[in-house]
Structures are given as C-alpha cells and as structure tokens.
C-alpha cells in the first residue's frame, strides 16, 4: 500500500460488535470495510476479502452470503446492468452502489454470491477521495476510486473499454465515464470514426495504434476498444485525467465539449 503521512496512520478496521450488527457467535471478529474513493463504510463480515477466490472474467472477489456473516450497507440501484464479455457472451449484473459508485454485484437478484468489484473497497478508512482529482492515482492509494465495470481485464490479459461514441461533437474528446461506458465525442459520424477514435486512444493513452483493436458493440454507436500493455487502473486514470482537462478548458472558454 502507498504509504500516509506519519501524523495519520491507518487504523485497521476490525472490531467485535455485540450489537444487531454482531453475528451469531459472541465476541466473534468481524471486518468492517469501506469504500476506497469516499470513506463510507459498506460491508461488515467475517470473511477476509483478500483471501476469497477471484473471478476470472474481472477479478472481483466472491464473496458467499451463505457462509459467511454479511452486512451490506451499499444500496442495490434496483435496476439489471447488462454487459459484453470477452468472446460476445452476456452478462447480467444487479449492482450495489456508493453513491454513484458501483462497489459491489450479483449475477441473481436475490442470488447467493456477491461480487466485490476489485480495488472497491478497503479495510482501512480513508477520509474519502475527490471527483476533481485531476491527476492519476495508484492502485493502493486510499481514496483512489475503483475502476469503473465498463473498463476490465479480460481473460487474456488484454484491457477492454467499452466506449459510447457521440458524433458531430466539436472536438474529439472524453466527455464522460460512467459504470456502464465510457462517452467520447467525435468530430465525425459514429459509423465512420473508428480511425478517429482509435487515433484519440493513442494520444490520450500515449500508445500505439497497433497496441489497440476496435470492435463493435450493441450499436453503430457503441464499440470495444481493446489496449494491450496497459492495466485497467491505468487506462481509467489516463481517461479520467484527460476528461478533466477538457472540461476544465470548456468552462474556460465559457463552453461545452461539442456544438
């Protein structure tokens, strides 16, 4: 972990509760884990994160609501989240948020595995991080926020983004990031902008073009943008870093990022 300042070293977050908080057993240890961008405590259980399996697909830990004591203080957004996996195949999500963060899922509504989103939560309590970082942050670093589900690993180690395309914006750039996508604007039309966007990536990403390989996702506006060499962390920090360059340059100029 990025080391604190010396005035205010974390304090691990485990405690016995005797409350309605508390599990079964008495003076049974329990974790409390918190969210890694905001501070806000999440989860209590007396499953050890770091030491539960890992899925393949994104490595979030799988955490079994049936074996293990959990209390999830993370509110679901009541909603099915659908996502393209590596080779086309489906995947359906009910996610539970921080805000407007997702932190953790389930492949079943009222399924029995929950699935922690990796890098979301922390055992120790940060005092909780800011939209307007502006600057890159390192994976350990308390109050760095997690990487969003729309930016994952696949199985070959190759970063996926999936990206929304808005056409005829004023200038190519990262307009938003959300759980679901990530929002560029292109000068051109949707269907044409595979080389703009591609080119766009390499700059912002500061790659080559034939480190990455575009793909098509539900529509002529939605793509698969697919980056060799880099990890997921670092895609979303370059990306978020360049999103909040132009939205500072368009309120300068008194703006916004298209026509």
Known sequence: RAPLAAAAMPKRATQAFSSEDAPDANDTKIGVYYCRYTGEHVLITDAELAKLPKRKTDSARVLDTEKYTVRLKAVSDGKATMLRREGGKVERQYRYMCGDLPVCYK??????????????????????????????????????????????????????????????????????????????????????????????????????????????????????????DLTPRQVYDRLRESMEENIAKAERVGGVGRT
């Not at 997690?146 to 307009?175: H, K, N």
């Not at 080119?199 to 080559?208: G, H, I, M």
């Open 107 to 228: 492949s079943e509504e009222e399924g029995r595995y929950l699935y922690i989103i990796d890098g979301a939560l922390s055992a120790f309590k940060s005092g909780g991080g800011s939209k307007k970082a502006g600057k890159a942050s390192v994976d350990d670093e308390p109050g760095a926020p997690p990487v969003p589900p729309c930016i994952q690993q696949t199985s070959r180690g190759i970063t996926q983004v999936a990206v929304e395309v808005e056409d005829r914006a004023r200038l190519t750039a990262v307009m938003d990031i959300s759980a679901d996508e990530v929002t560029v604007g292109v000068t051109g039309k949707a269907h044409e902008a595979g080389n703009e966007l591609v080119e766009f990536f390499a700059k912002v990403l500061v790659l080559r073009v034939s480190q990455m390989s575009l793909t098509r996702g539900w529509s002529t506006k939605s793509k698969l943008v697919m980056i060799r």
